[in-house]
């Protein structure tokens, strides 16, 4: 959905609505953390499908001030998608191909955040879980902040070619094609330059959505891009899939093993999440996703795992839900902050209700 090609109504009430290039959020209310909002919003609004970006920085305005920020719904491209981004009573209805559903921002914790695949018709956001959102006639926000109870956005009508014109030419030139929501399938090797875009705010994922949402649409999961899913199994471990060309790692190796059995080997790093290809560092390939199955209280970017010198490391990435970790020295899951701390052999990782551990070698021989 081009929000630079659609129509931009504003509907009555008492919140505000602001634009910012593609960008489109409403806001509630007003209190001391709407100038950081809509700063951290227009920070980066006019950067290549800022979506990614406007997400890290509204989490460390959100989830790192003292205030309690007013609920608020947000729309913004990505590489591949629209992003929807909904925090507290505020909802989205988005229309399409497939008919009508409505996405709400207070069944998370958190917040809802969903990237969708055209097609879509329109989508509105307004206050509350079942908000019908009207229009002033006529409206079409441009730039700027204005007074406003939500809005809506009618995506722009692709006419006909004329005719005689060849069939080809009625897809819009880079068009990506529809692919499985962002987040949902475990990340797989890196594809070739010419094999289709990657998901943006994260890899895809054919798990289950949210409470009260389902998914927008699917593609086939290609071979060997299953999801993978930490759940108790007395299977013996088995070896992740290889990230960027990488080796299966050798017998004997350092690896991290998720409660499935599936192993990550400890000779790169990770960023940890239900989304990580959002991360810089992963598009980079500076670091490989490690994709956790989907929970609402694991965020797309969720901690940062790294290596040096033999020893492991683990940050947080300044997350509401934390991440936590046990030693054999302090078997008590303990906290950890965005400051990097190292995980001996033995330690366990524990992201909302999903443990990875770092076996000793003695285990890892057994």
């Known amino acids: 959905m081009r929000v630079d090609t659609s129509t931009i109504g504003i509907a009555p009430g008492e919140g505000l609505v602001a634009r910012f290039g593609d960008v489109v959020i409403y806001l509630v209310g007003a209190n001391a953390s709407t100038e950081r909002i809509l700063g951290a919003v227009e920070a980066v609004a006019d950067v290549e499908h800022p979506g990614a970006a406007i997400a890290q ?58 990237i969708l695949r055209d097609p879509v018709r329109i989508l509105s956001v307004g206050p509350g879980a079942d908000a019908q959102v009207t229009p002033y006639p006529r409206t079409d926000l441009r730039a700027g902040v204005v007074p406003g ?21 009625e897809r819009v030139a880079g068009e990506p094609p529809a692919t499985a929501p962002a987040g949902l399938v475990a990340a797989a090797p890196e594809p070739a330059p010419d094999s289709g875009p990657r998901t943006g705010l994260a890899a895809a994922r054919p798990a289950e959505p949210l409470p009260g949402t389902r998914a927008w649409s699917a593609a086939p999961a290609r071979a060997g891009a299953g999801p993978i899913r930490l759940r108790k199994d007395t299977a013996k471990p088995r070896a992740h899939a290889p990230h960027n060309g990488a080796d299966t790692p050798e017998m004997g190796a350092a690896v991290l093993v998720a409660e499935d059995g599936t192993s990550y080997p400890l000779n790169r790093a990770y960023v940890i999440g239900r989304g990580p290809s959002v991360d810089e560092s992963v598009r980079r390939k500076t670091a490989a996703p490690l994709v956790l199955q989907r929970d ?29 970790v ?11 902050g965005q400051s990097p701390t190292e995980l001996p052999p033995g330690g366990r990782i524990r992201i909302s209700e999903q443990v990875l551990t770092y076996p000793t070698e003695s285990a890892d021989a057994g």
């Open 57 to 114: 920085r509204l989490a460390a305005v959100v989830f790192g001030t003292g205030s309690e920020p007013p609920p608020f719904g947000l729309v913004a491209p990505t590489a591949d998608g629209t992003l929807v981004l909904l925090r507290g009573p505020v909802s989205a209805l988005i229309s399409g191909a497939e008919g009508s559903r409505r996405l709400v921002g207070a069944r998370a914790f958190t917040w809802v955040d969903e």
């Open 149 to 169: 109870g939500g809005f809506v956005i009618h995506a722009a009508v692709r006419r006909s070619k004329k005719p005689g014109r060849p069939a080809a030419a």
């Open 296 to 324: 609402r209280h694991i965020s797309r970017v969720h901690a940062y795992l790294s290596v040096d010198a033999g020893k492991v490391y683990l940050r947080d990435a300044g997350t509401a839900a934390g991440t936590f």
């Open 326 to 336: 046990s030693t054999p020295d302090e078997p008590r899951w303990t906290r950890i």
